[in-house]
Structures are given as structure tokens and as C-alpha cells.
């Protein structure tokens, strides 16, 4: 009989990662007829249920701290009309792990490791998030939530997510959240914080992922020294300028939406970016000739006051599928050979002059180029030969130049808001080149 104790006790104890059949089992077991068994094998079949009922009470408990932290989560939350997320959140189960949507727990430990948000809620993050000391993400989805962040991060050390967005979060980011050392990702966009850029965001020795776009944040950006890979600011009120250096690492920077001015010489360095947004803004100087010679695909740099394409004459080494806008800025001098590889290339609303290579002509004929818009600028000559033929998936804009005669292509697909107009008057042309040989 102690062998057979022994056996069961052992088998016991290999149920311990077989979590959630461990109540079915006990249910069926307990349904079983007693008098069909062997009456010598009664206290081991009892010492097998009993231990078995403690291992699934083990799996059960949740650190009171966590189940007190969730329960005022719930109480600061509510469902928006057609949401049902709280709904699997009744506190009188034994283990919220296994049934609450949204919650990730370690079974060892009995405490949340994960929390998951939403979607399409509202009220206000309740600070007992703060108490959920073994949290390693924490996500908002989209809804209506109001109010400050929770305030104290500090006392949340294993952070390595957080993701907020989409919702009417206000206030400051706080203080505390300079203590994550762990954190990966941080993800604040689309919400209605304010305040300036706490320095120490761009310090945390972890951080790869810092997405802030579409709030109320004010002020310099400060210098980075985080590993990131992926920054965006957009649609803030940042102003100033460029910090002097960015990690070699960044791959992916929007800056789009602000007020910061001066050059954008910082970004020579950054031989890995890819994406690099920085329109609307009031950047100033040449664009440097590095940025036409990295991998990056996806260039936006129109509306602020750039004034020249700091290019060589050397071939394009833009990568195929590219996309470049330097439209609505100040820049002058003659169109380099460089940009001809865009997919997509926008340099319209300029002072750009002289002839149109014919890098940009060939690059249209074998349908590399599928959307090019040079209007509104100065340029005296597109090299056309009539016997050729634009692609059906071509769009080619050219008009309002100073062209001699009026360009046989390049007017029937502009864009609606420039189409009935053809070239500048000569007046402009002959005042604007006269006052540029004099100058």
C-alpha cells in the first residue's frame, strides 16, 4: 500500500504543468462509485484526490495584491455600447488567470504578467496597475479612456511593453517611467498628453520602439542616446532643432507635424534608415547628399524651407519602389540626376531651373518612374522625342515651367488644382532668370 501511496504521489506531482484539465478531472474522479473499488486501495485513492485538489487550489491563487490591483481596474473601467471585454471578469472564480480576457499570469508564481486592455473602453486607468509588480506589458487598445498615466512605473520594474494609443490619455508622461530599464517599447500616440519631452525618454538603455505621435508635446527634442530603431513624434509641437546625433541604429524617423527648424545635417550619419518623414515643419539648408545614397524607400521632406539638393551628378541609387517628395520648399538650381530612380518623386511648388535631364525621361518610357510632378518651378526644356509614348500608368505634370512652347505631354494627368494652367507667364520668366544671373 505505501508503494502504491508512493506511485500516486509521484504522478501527482507530473500533473503540476497540466493546468487546465485538472478541475474536469477532479470532477469526474469524485463522481466515481467507491464501493466498486478495492477496499484496499481506498486510502490511496483518497490520498490521490487530495493531492490532487491541492495542486489545482496551488494553480488557483493569485497574489491578493494582483486580484485587489484587477478588481480596481474594473472598477475605473466600463464597456462603450457594442464592447463586451469585461464581461469574462467575475471575480468570484477561482482563477482569473484562466477566464479574464486580457490577462496573461505566471502559474508559478501567482501573479499577472500580462495585462491587455480593451478595445472600446472608458473611464480612467485605475494607479492599482502600479501594484502588479511582476507586469511585463501593459496595452490600452483604442477607446474613449480619460485622464493622467498611471503614476508610478517604478514600482513596475519587468516593463518591457507599454502601448496606450488611441484614446484621450491627458497629462504628463511621469517621472517614474525613467526607471524602466527593461522597457523595449513604448507607444503613447494618439492621445492628449502635453508637457515637454522628459529627457530621460531618450535615455532608457533598452528602448528600441518610442512612438509619441498626435499629442500635445512641447519643446526641444532632447539628445538620443537609446538604441532605437523606430521614433516617431509626428503631430506634436515640438520646436527647435535637430539634436546633434542620432543613434547609427534608427531605421525609421517622422518628425512630421512640428515647428523645428535648421538643418538636417545630423542625419548624414544614419546609413540604416529607411523611413524618414519630416515634412511640415521649418527645416532650412541644403538636403544632404547622403540621404539619395542610403537604402531609404520613403522620403517626405516637402513643405518646409529648404533651399538646394546637395546631389552629385552621379547616377541614382535610390532603391526600386522608392518614394521622395521635396515639394512646396524653396529649392533652386538644376534638377540632379539622382532622384530619376523614384517610383514616386514630387518636387513640385519649387525654383527649380534649366533642363530636365533625361535620366527622368528614360526612367518614365520603362516604367520605373510611375508618378512624376514638376510643376510650378522654372525648368526651360523636357527632352521629349514625339515618337515616344507614356505608359498608361504613368502621371506626368509639367505645366507652369517656362518652357518655350507648351509641353506635348505632361499636362492631361496633373493633378485637378493645377490642370487648366500651361506654362508661367514670360513675364515671370524673364524677371525670375534676369534677377537670378544678377544675384
Known amino acids: 500500500m505505501l508503494c502504491s501511496s508512493l506511485l500516486l504521489f509521484s504522478l501527482t506531482l507530473s500533473l503540476l504543468s497540466l493546468k487546465k484539465p485538472l478541475t474536469k478531472l477532479i470532477t469526474h474522479l469524485t463522481k466515481e462509485n467507491n464501493t466498486t473499488l478495492n477496499k484496499r486501495h481506498n486510502m490511496s485513492y483518497t490520498l490521490f484526490l487530495l493531492l490532487l485538489t491541492l495542486v489545482h487550489s496551488t494553480f488557483s491563487s493569485l497574489?491578493?495584491?494582483?486580484?485587489?490591483?484587477?478588481?480596481?481596474?474594473?472598477?475605473?473601467?466600463?464597456?462603450?455600447?457594442?464592447?463586451?471585454?469585461?464581461?469574462?471578469?467575475?471575480?468570484?472564480?477561482?482563477?482569473?488567470c484562466s477566464s479574464f480576457s486580457g490577462l496573461t499570469c505566471s502559474s508559478s508564481l501567482g501573479r499577472v504578467t500580462g495585462l491587455s486592455l480593451g478595445p472600446n473602453l472608458s473611464g480612467s486607468l485605475s494607479p492599482s496597475i502600479s501594484n502588479l509588480t511582476h507586469l511585463t506589458q501593459l496595452i490600452l487598445y483604442p477607446g474613449s479612456v480619460t485622464g493622467p498615466l498611471?503614476?508610478?512605473?517604478?514600482?513596475?520594474?519587468?516593463?518591457?511593453?507599454?502601448?496606450?494609443?488611441?484614446?484621450?490619455?491627458?497629462?504628463?508622461?511621469?517621472?517614474?517611467?525613467?526607471?524602466?530599464s527593461n522597457l523595449h517599447t513604448l507607444d503613447l500616440s494618439y492621445n492628449?498628453?502635453?508637457?515637454?519631452?522628459?529627457?530621460?525618454?531618450?535615455?532608457l538603455p533598452q528602448l528600441k520602439v518610442l512612438v509619441l505621435a498626435s499629442n500635445h508635446f512641447s519643446n526641444n527634442?532632447?539628445?538620443?542616446?537609446?538604441p532605437l530603431f523606430h521614433l516617431d513624434l509626428k503631430l506634436n509641437q515640438i520646436s527647435g532643432e535637430l539634436p546633434p546625433a542620432f543613434p547609427i541604429t534608427l531605421r525609421y524617423l517622422s518628425l512630421s507635424g512640428n515647428s523645428m527648424q535648421g538643418t538636417i545635417n545630423?542625419?548624414?550619419?544614419?546609413?540604416?534608415?529607411?523611413?524618414?518623414?519630416?515634412?511640415?515643419?521649418?527645416?532650412?539648408?541644403?538636403?544632404?547628399?547622403?540621404?539619395?545614397?542610403?537604402?531609404?524607400?520613403?522620403?517626405?521632406?516637402?513643405?518646409?524651407?529648404?533651399i538646394s539638393i546637395a546631389t552629385s551628378k552621379a547616377p541614382s541609387l535610390l532603391p526600386q519602389g522608392s518614394i521622395v517628395d521635396l515639394s512646396h520648399n524653396s529649392i533652386s538650381g538644376d534638377l540632379p540626376p539622382a532622384l530619376a530612380g523614384a517610383?514616386?518623386?514630387?518636387?513640385?511648388?519649387?525654383?527649380?531651373?534649366?533642363?530636365?535631364?533625361?535620366?527622368?525621361?528614360?526612367?518614365?518610357?520603362?516604367?520605373?518612374?510611375?508618378?512624376?510632378?514638376?510643376?510650378h518651378n522654372y525648368f526651360t526644356r523636357f527632352p521629349w522625342n514625339s515618337g515616344l509614348q507614356l505608359p498608361d500608368s504613368v502621371s506626368l505634370c509639367l505645366s507652369y515651367n517656362?518652357?518655350?512652347?507648351?509641353?506635348?505631354?505632361?499636362?492631361?494627368?496633373?493633378?485637378?488644382?493645377?490642370?487648366?494652367?500651361?506654362?508661367?507667364?514670360?513675364?515671370?520668366?524673364?524677371?525670375?532668370?534676369?534677377?537670378s544671373s544678377t544675384g
Not at 514600482?155 to 517614474?176: E, K, V
Not at 492628449?192 to 535615455?203: D, E, R
Request: proline share 10%.
Open 343 to 375: 517610383e514616386a518623386l514630387f518636387l513640385n511648388n519649387n525654383r527649380l531651373t534649366g533642363d530636365i535631364p533625361e535620366e527622368y525621361v528614360k526612367s518614365l518610357i520603362n516604367g520605373t518612374t510611375k508618378q512624376l510632378f514638376l510643376q
Open 150 to 180: 498611471p503614476p508610478r512605473f517604478d514600482s513596475l520594474p519587468l516593463l518591457r511593453l507599454i502601448s496606450l494609443t488611441r484614446n484621450r490619455l491627458t497629462g504628463p508622461i511621469p517621472i517614474s517611467l525613467s526607471s524602466l
Open 402 to 435: 517656362c518652357m518655350e512652347t507648351d509641353p506635348i505631354v505632361g499636362l492631361s494627368t496633373c493633378p485637378i488644382e493645377v490642370a487648366p494652367l500651361l506654362s508661367r507667364p514670360a513675364s515671370q520668366c524673364s524677371r525670375f532668370y534676369n534677377h
Open 63 to 96: 497574489a491578493p495584491t494582483d486580484r485587489a490591483a484587477l478588481e480596481s481596474v474594473r472598477d475605473s473601467l466600463t464597456d462603450m455600447p457594442g464592447s463586451a471585454f469585461f464581461s469574462s471578469w467575475d471575480f468570484t472564480v477561482p482563477d482569473p
Open 192 to 203: 492628449q498628453l502635453s508637457g515637454s519631452l522628459p529627457p530621460f525618454l531618450t535615455t
Open 266 to 306: 545630423a542625419l548624414e550619419p544614419l546609413t540604416e534608415l529607411i523611413y524618414i518623414d519630416l515634412s511640415m515643419n521649418q527645416f532650412t539648408g541644403a538636403i544632404p547628399n547622403s540621404l539619395f545614397s542610403l537604402t531609404i524607400s520613403t522620403m517626405f521632406l516637402q513643405r518646409n524651407n529648404f
Open 221 to 226: 527634442l532632447n539628445p538620443v542616446s537609446s
